[in-house]
């Protein structure tokens, strides 16, 4: 495929019973359990004989695709190239481009310097997001209390201004 022919485009749900076999028989598929053996899923012609294996990555995109639009969800493909500006970093994460080269400064995520700019790789940055996401709802699971309705709300703002520290705590180190 010729490299200008990669473009960002989107997919509105359409309501046909074609896209509900295929999200069925993805379902089906999984749902089965068809023991240690690897699934393998392949893409078919018309003809006998016609077909070709599809990647892992390749199926998860399409159950992704498949299950957003079943939905009722519109869906966007945009090629990525596999290193970043700082600007692009910015727009994937949903924070200003000061704050990325906060993080790169403080070594949260690494990059390369290209003359004077910084470029981030794919991976790195995406192996970043999940850690962020995953010390988010840590922190969401260690500031949860149970409410008691006898409970003095006194009592519960403590205990969760407690919690709230503790997390702190963790997330800037042990203090001196």
Do not use: W
Request: glycine fraction near 6%.
């Amino acid at each position: 495929m010729v490299a200008s022919a990669l473009k960002e485009e989107t997919y509105l749900p359409q309501r046909n019973e074609q896209l509900a076999q295929v999200h069925d028989f993805l379902r089906a598929h999984e749902q089965a359990g068809r023991g240690s053996a690897l699934p393998r899923y392949f893409l078919v012609g018309a003809t006998p004989g016609d077909r070709v294996e599809l990647p892992a990555e390749i199926y998860a995109a399409l159950r992704q695709v498949v299950d957003a639009l079943q939905q009722g969800f519109a869906v966007t493909v945009a090629p990525q190239t596999l290193t970043l500006t700082t600007q692009q970093t910015a727009d994937l994460l949903g924070i200003s481009r000061p704050t990325v080269i906060k993080l790169l400064d403080e070594g949260q995520i690494p990059f390369e310097r290209v003359g004077t700019h910084r470029r981030i790789r794919l991976p790195h940055l995406l192996a970043y997001r999940e850690r962020r996401r995953a010390e988010q709802y840590a922190a969401l699971e260690a500031t949860a209390v149970s409410i008691d309705d006898e409970e003095d709300p006194d009592s519960v703002i403590t205990r969760l201004r407690t919690a709230r520290r503790a997390v702190a705590r963790r997330r800037t180190g042990p203090s001196e």
